[in-house]
């Protein structure tokens, strides 16, 4: 099959992209000088100190504004030491940023300083402004005479300016022992302008896998010092890194990051609601410290607020979601069908839908977490469902669907990762009749690596498909999603690897979908 593409602008070819995996010393040969980096120099600053080697975990960008983004990374020279403090002295240490236009730095256009800190993990979120809309820029940090990585990113299009394409590709659940990265490093080679990813970062389990990648600390997660040494760990990955400093991303969380299917304040009857409070603030403390967003990000206690918009000129909205921070708990079938339920809250819900009522962008985009289309399991008149999946929810996805087809929101797309698989599914405004109209497009990702190596299931996946004739692609493959959108049409290419298992997989595209502006439902492109 052919791959979708139409080149905008100048790929970041692979030789500019080694610059990526230049270690410090190796970076601060091509720019120290530029940089004010020289040992003396800094020494005479006073900002050099026994901090060696800091850039472990890479650098990433993220939330790009018109003006603006935020630039992220995270002084560790041990990210694994198992007090959860990186190898960093129990001290604050400045860290110092650029961004340019080009990759050598000639024309710095913004610098400033950070104070990265130990009660945040030595983390830096320096929320640049000032920027040009819609440009690429390059970016990096100094600590002394330590240069890090360099980064790309690109800000957003001023609000309502005429936007011609956007390309951006979705990712989630990256379970480390379960297999290599390595759909990032072909996600690295992409013409992108955003990464959306949908949850599942890291898992806070013991697994050990086959591999040689088994999950440190070798238990499950629960402390503050666990939960940064196991996303240290994650974000140790060399094709990651590359794939964050290659893009800026747009994230979110899903139940993984704090610990298997948790609802609002429930994950176990046994476990107390206080005692699972402070787990979830170590894991939201920790995630923050880890991901390129905000500081309106930044956790309190037991609350991160992750719901947030991001607009890309005229054609783009993206609305990101949290399904998990105050949903109700997951219920048997019998009581699903209780109008009180929710998977959003009243006030997440609340802001959504008048958001998508108002003044929006060409394609309105929920970027969310679990499968919003109804999906029966079982065949015949009886019906089973996903219970941690919209499903579970059907009077609030209902309310949902409803309200967007009121209000006439343009173009809905909602894009879903969680479920190691991909699914392409018409939004039905009655899920138990076919021919009732197809009101929105479910774009659904499979996994990274979670899951291990695909295990084909023709027969199952067919009966899926005949039970809920609206589901019109189901693969089980590891990979990611490409997205090329226009004011015309939306493609989504569906980006596989053939294992995990071992390094060296080749990416390719088995199956492209269309969905035309104005036409909800997506349309496979022949091979």
């Known amino acids: 099959m052919q791959d979708s593409s139409v080149p905008p602008r100048a790929l970041w070819t692979p030789t500019r992209r080694g610059l990526l995996q230049v270690g410090a010393a190796g970076t601060a040969a091509l720019g120290a000088s530029a940089f004010g980096a020289t040992p003396a120099r800094a020494a005479a600053r006073g900002d050099v100190g026994p901090v060696r080697g800091p850039f472990t975990l890479g650098v990433a960008s993220g939330d790009p504004l018109p003006g603006g983004v935020v630039l992220w990374t995270r002084l560790a020279p041990e990210p694994l030491s198992e007090d959860g403090l990186g190898g960093m002295p129990r001290r604050p240490v400045p860290v110092h940023w650029q961004i340019s236009p080009d990759e050598s730095f000639r024309r710095v256009v913004r610098s400033g300083t950070e104070l990265a800190i130990p009660d945040e993990a030595h983390s830096v979120h320096a929320e640049v402004t000032g920027l040009e809309p819609g440009a690429d820029y390059y970016y990096r940090f100094r600590v002394g005479a330590e240069i890090s990585p360099v980064g790309r990113t690109k800000t957003a299009p001023a609000a309502g300016a005429p936007l011609s394409r956007f390309a951006f590709a979705m990712a989630s659940c990256q379970n480390y022992p379960a297999g290599f990265y390595t759909a990032y490093a072909h996600m690295a080679e992409e013409d992108l302008d955003l990464v959306a990813f949908l949850g599942d970062y890291m898992y806070t389990g ?84 880890h991901m390129p967003v905000r500081r309106g990000q930044q956790p309190a206690g037991s609350h991160l607020q992750i719901n947030r918009r991001l607009t890309f000129g005229d054609l783009m909205d993206f609305y990101v979601l949290d399904t998990r921070q105050y949903r109700s708990d997951q219920v048997s079938p019998a009581d699903r069908f209780d109008p009180g339920r929710t998977i959003l809250g009243d006030e997440q819900e609340a802001w959504l839908t008048q958001a998508l009522a108002g003044p929006s962008a060409r394609w309105n985009v929920l970027a969310q977490q679990v499968v919003f289309s109804q999906r029966d399991f079982t065949v015949g008149p009886d019906q089973g469902f996903n219970d941690d999946s919209w499903d579970n929810y059907p009077i609030a996805r209902n309310r949902l669907r409803d309200q967007m087809v009121a209000a006439g929101t343009r173009n809905p797309v909602v894009l879903t990762g969680d479920v190691h698989m991909n699914y392409l599914c018409d939004v039905k405004a009655d899920f138990d009749d076919p021919t009732s109209a197809t009101v929105a497009t479910e774009i659904v990702g499979t996994s990274i690596s979670s899951g291990g190596d695909a295990a084909p299931n023709p027969t199952g996946d067919k009966k899926q498909m005949q039970e809920n004739p609206h589901l019109k692609f189901i693969n089980r493959d590891r990979g990611y999603v490409r997205n090329v959108v226009t004011p015309h049409d939306w493609t989504a290419d569906f980006r596989s690897v053939d294992f995990v298992s071992r390094p060296g997989a080749p990416v390719r595209t088995v199956a492209s979908f269309v969905i035309q502006d104005g036409r909800p439902g997506g349309v496979r492109v022949p091979s």
């Open 206 to 289: 013991d697994g050990q896998g086959t591999i040689g990648r088994g999950y440190l600390p070798a238990r499950e997660v629960m402390t503050l010092p666990d939960y940064r040494v196991r996303l240290g760990q994650v974000k140790s990955d060399a094709n990651l890194q590359a794939a964050h400093a290659a893009f800026a991303w747009m994230v979110t969380f899903d139940d993984h990051e704090v610990a298997n299917n948790w609802a609002s304040d429930d994950v176990d009857p046994d476990v107390p609601v206080e005692q699972f409070r402070a787990r979830r603030a170590a894991a939201f403390q920790a995630y923050y410290e």
